[in-house]
């Protein structure tokens, strides 16, 4: 599912899209989903194992909205990580549609990492989520303690006790930190030992199976998100109308909808004359230039879909 491509997802999540004949790969590979509240560092870690930026990051819950491939490629086998959003009680139909995708997911893949910050104390929330994972039994778990950086010696030991305490059947508990990559290259080694024996599933040098589309909508919905608050975050979504690359091959055109649901919302959006908006343009574009290798002419329209997250003709325009 995705945000301006109203094609239905596959009917596995997990299943990779056509891209050509996989290299062999002599080794292991398979899939491997990570779950937790929202903001626990899941796209964090998902794009400091790809080591590239396959997913948005935000502060903001429920940042993640589809589910987002990508792929670790090592001598001894892939990793296909399907980046998902967290779990969460819903509040509008968009928000059940998100639980549903993962679910889907979590049926389908290999190993589930369970992620719980160094920094916040095992909750409840957490508690259901490791509980609930009784019910994906082909899937072998890793419990997974993140933001090790941000913590103290002591709380990180308090939540490895914590976390080990959740269930008996953990594969491994690992503390790690995605920013200062500590420890990543155990984990990368734990999962892959856990995956089953087989050939690579995507062919060597690919990170993600997003197409250009999808993810400059991400970095734009990205770009949108900071320094906004309250429900603001939620009501944001974003389609590309079109895009072109001109025939000199020095610049490409790129017309995209910001899409909220009031009118006041548009507002902040586009801020004191436009202010806002234009620093919306000038983040985003500083990370699309380089993922389509030309400069960019941005223009951004903001326009109102009066409450889209809970009205299914609009959900399934926007793909989901």
């Given amino acids: 599912m995705t945000e301006n491509d109203p094609t239905p997802a ?10 050509g004949t996989p290299e062999p790969a002599e080794g292991r590979s398979g899939f491997v989903t990570f779950v937790g509240r929202p903001n626990v560092g899941k796209s964090t870690l998902t794009n400091a194992l790809v080591g590239e930026k396959v ?14 491939r990508g792929i670790v490629n090592r001598p001894t086998g892939q ?33 589930i990492g369970f992620c719980v910050p160094a920094t916040e104390k095992v909750g409840p929330g957490d508690r259901r989520i490791a509980e609930s994972l009784g019910g994906y039994g082909r899937a072998k778990k890793v419990a997974i303690v993140t933001k090790t950086d941000a913590a103290s010696r002591d709380q990180i030991t ?3 006790v914590e976390v080990d305490q959740l269930r ?49 909508a991400e970095i734009i919905r990205e770009a949108a998100l900071e320094g906004v608050r309250d429900e603001l975050p939620h009501s944001i979504a974003v389609t590309i109308e079109d895009m072109s690359e001109r025939e000199t091959g020095s610049m490409t055109d ?23 908006l234009r620093d919306v343009g000038a983040r985003a574009r500083a990370q699309i230039e380089p993922l389509v290798g030309t400069k960019v002419f941005l223009k951004l329209h903001v326009r109102v879909a009066k409450e889209w997250q809970r009205d299914p003709k609009q959900l399934g325009r926007l793909g989901f």
């Fill in 10 to 19: 596959p009917e596995s999540a997990t299943a990779p899209a056509s891209s």
């Fill in 55 to 68: 997913a948005i990051t935000s502060d903001k819950p429920q940042t993640t909205r589809r589910a987002i």
């Fill in 254 to 276: 790129i017309f995209a909808n910001l899409i909220v649901e009031r009118d006041s919302q548009k507002a902040i959006i586009i801020g004191h004359k436009g202010s806002r």
């Fill in 168 to 216: 008996e059947d953990w594969a491994a508990v690992i503390p790690l930190s995605a920013l200062t990559r500590d420890q990543l290259d155990v984990l990368t080694d734990e999962l892959l030992a856990l995956m089953p024996k087989g050939p690579a599933l995507y062919p060597d040098g690919v990170v993600t199976d997003e197409s250009t589309e999808d993810r400059i």
């Fill in 79 to 111: 990793l296909v990580i399907v980046d998902t959003p967290g779990l969460h009680k819903p509040r509008t139909l968009l928000g059940q549609r998100l639980n549903d995708l993962v679910e889907q997911v979590l049926g389908d893949v290999d190993v």
């Fill in 158 to 160: 308090e939540r490895l």
